[in-house]
Each structure stands twice: as C-alpha cells, then as structure tokens.
T-cell receptor, first 115, second 112 residues
Framework: GAGVSQSPSNKVTEKGKDVELRCDPI?????LYWYRQSLGQGLEFLIY????????KSGLPSDRFSAERTGGSVSTLTIQRTQQEDSAVYLC?????????????FGPGTRLTVT | QKEVEQNSGPLSVPEGAIASLNCTYS??????FFWYRQYSGKSPELIMS????GDKEDGRFTAQLNKASQYVSLLIRDSQPSDSATYLC????????????FGGGTRLMVKP
C-alpha cells in the first residue's frame, strides 16, 4: 500500500515568512509524528497526534511552531516568522497506534531552507 | 549522558564481511528498539525491530538485545556496497512519553 507522503519535497523561504508543511499518513494509522533532522542535532521529536486525543507538543522548539491534524488523517505543520535556524529536513512518520510496540514509518521529508 | 548513544563512525568493512553496529541506551524501562537505515539525502527506513532479549534475524540482518547491559546491536552479514548508509538506533524511552529517541547514527561504508 501507499506509504507516508509529504509535500512539498523542498521549500525555500525568506526569513520572516510563514510556511506550511503537509503530511498524509499511511491509511489506517492513527498515530502521526513530526520530527526534524538537522546537521549537528540529529533526529528530534516535535509533536505527535494519536487519534482524537490532544496532541503532545512537548518537542516543539518555540511558539512559532504549531501543527494540526484534520479528520484524524492529514496533518499540517506550520512555522511562523521563519528563522534561519529552522532550516532542516522535516520528517513525518505514522504508526498503527501510539504505543511502545508499534513501528513508525517515515515519509520522504520536506527540506526547508530559510534564506 | 545522551539517552541513546552510537559511535558515529565511519565504520568501514570489506564487501562480504560482517558489519557490527552498536547502540547503548540509558533508560532501563525502555521496551522497544528499532534500527533504521538512512541513505544520504533520503529519509530513515525501518529495517528491524526488537522487543525481547536475545537475537532476531531477518535475512542478512540480526538484531541483538541485552536489556541487562542496556545494549542493542545490529549485525549485517555478507555486507554489500549497497549497505553503505547511516544506521540509526531508536529506542522507545518510557520516561519520555513513549517517544522514539534516536541515536546520532553510525555511518557504515562497505568497500568493494
């Protein structure tokens, strides 16, 4: 079946602009995660959604970052007033449920460059 | 101390050899452990998961888990140049809300 999809694959934006990144999880997966990967920082957790529960936002680096998940499926990560340190690859992953035993599968990522 | 640690490498092995990748973790209550392969410019791809002490084999890959020593490893038999990638160890850290915490990755180079 189809894997996790993300769009756009690349985004170049000017400092101070807002950006929206989209993730479409694997069909039937109720848990959705956002991570980012940057040089020197490795892969870091940002936020996750499980079904209709309130999201866990504990990994968001600042209040400029927000995310929503509509209808329990597609998710959008929004970064307001982008800064150069926001440049990274933003990865979305999904799993059947949010639990220790379920495997997470990653999408292809969105490479964000803030100039 | 980082929660999940890996030697950054590069680990260089000749084609056909066994590559051994290691990972240690700090949370004794961790329940699940994953190995991801990441080619340059690509996203992580899940290759193995392991939950119980001992070995788990899948083709040329064997994951080994020792919870007492807080150690998980990945063996790649008959290494191929196409195995050259960065291997990420991920651990479900119980006291981090069951999030996956990733090590920094080990870069593997398989030389023909």
């Amino acid at each position: 079946g189809a894997g996790v999809s993300q769009s756009p694959s690349n985004k170049v934006t000017e400092k101070g602009k807002d950006v929206e990144l989209r993730c479409d999880p694997i069909s039937g997966h109720t848990a959705l995660y956002w991570y980012r990967q940057s040089l020197g920082q490795g892969l870091e957790f940002l936020i996750y959604f499980q079904g209709n529960s309130a999201p866990d936002k504990s990994g968001l680096p600042s209040d400029r970052f927000s995310a929503e998940r509509t209808g329990g499926s597609v998710s959008t990560l929004t970064i307001q007033r982008t800064q150069q340190e926001d440049s990274a690859v933003y990865l979305c992953a999904s799993s059947l449920r949010h639990s220790a035993i379920y495997e997470q599968y990653f999408g292809p990522g969105t490479r964000l460059t803030v100039t | 101390q980082k929660e999940v640690e890996q030697n950054s490498g590069p680990l260089s092995v000749p084609e056909g050899a066994i590559a051994s990748l290691n990972c240690t973790y700090s949370d004794r209550g961790s329940q699940s452990f994953f190995w991801y392969r990441q080619y340059s410019g690509k996203s992580p791809e899940l290759i193995m998961s392991i939950y119980s002490n001992g070995d788990k084999e899948d083709g040329r890959f064997t994951a080994q888990l020792n919870k007492a020593s807080q150690y998980v490893s990945l063996l790649i038999r008959d290494s191929q140049p196409s195995d050259s990638a960065t291997y990420l160890c991920a651990v479900n850290i119980r006291n981090a809300g069951n999030m996956l915490t990733f090590g920094g990755g080990t870069r593997l180079m398989v030389k023909p």
